[in-house]
């Protein structure tokens, strides 16, 4: 089983609303990773937890904010967003390799509209 | 650092014609290297990987990709490309001692003509 499920499908949220993405996996990876995608562009790396600890952060505003309560969940919570921040929201995850590079596998994305 | 380059932003194939997708990478050690597929609105899906022995790699829904280290390239193949191909491809690298990050391509478009 190689599934990672994400929380909400969509989503629309005005810039003042707090709201939170959730994802799940049961595969025991131990690492798990936040993508920000626009349209027709790659995914663009937002956060990676390894062992339930935030070990990258590239860069993003603090109005992102993630959370990984446990091996199996990690959360980004929203708020005061802006409009330029409706993309794809994939979510990921993958072994811990060390030395080497697990392979990622990704959720189906919760689509985010800021108005 | 790594940095992937897919050259053609959009192909298109007709139903039944083979499919070669372009991918080159820079690393300068053995890459780690993926290929994921995309359809409108969904999340990646990985149709194959490479990260050491056979250069020829099978994946999913009948691709195949060759390492070519001469060349630095990664191209993903498929015989007979049916309408349900059509999507966008990403080839991805990874690099030892990265934390696990991929860099992406900037993907290519595939439209298949009935």
């Known amino acids: 089983d190689t599934e990672v499920t994400q929380t909400p499908k969509h989503l629309v949220m005005g810039m003042t609303n707090k709201k939170s993405l959730k994802c799940e996996q049961h595969?025991?990876?131990?690492?798990m990773y936040w993508y920000k995608q626009k349209a027709k562009k790659p995914p663009e790396l937002m956060f990676v937890?390894?062992?339930?600890?935030?070990?990258i952060n590239e860069s993003v505003p603090s109005r992102f904010s993630p959370e990984c309560p446990n091996s199996s969940l990690l959360n980004l919570h929203l708020h005061a967003l802006q409009p330029e921040d409706s993309a794809l929201y994939l979510c990921a995850s993958s072994q811990v390799s060390s030395g080497g590079v697990g392979t990622q596998y990704f959720g189906p994305g919760t689509r985010l509209t800021v108005l | 650092a790594q940095s992937v380059t897919q050259p053609d932003i959009h192909i298109t194939v007709s139903e039944g014609a083979s499919l070669e997708l372009r991918c080159n990478y820079s690393?300068?050690?053995?890459?780690?290297l993926f290929w994921y597929v995309q359809s409108p609105g969904q999340g990646l899906q990985l149709l194959l990987k490479?990260?050491?022995?056979?250069?020829l790699v099978q994946g999913i829904k009948g691709f195949e990709a060759e390492f070519k280290r001469s060349q630095s390239s990664f191209n993903l193949r498929k015989p007979s490309v049916h309408w349900s191909d059509a999507a966008e491809y990403f080839c991805a690298v990874g690099a030892r001692n990265a934390g696990n990050m991929l860099t992406f391509g900037g993907g290519t478009r595939l439209m298949v003509k009935p």
């Open positions: 690393y300068g050690a053995t890459p780690y």
């Open positions: 490479y990260f050491s022995g056979d250069t």
């Open positions: 595969m025991g990876h131990r690492a």
């Open positions: 937890y390894s062992y339930e600890k935030l070990s």
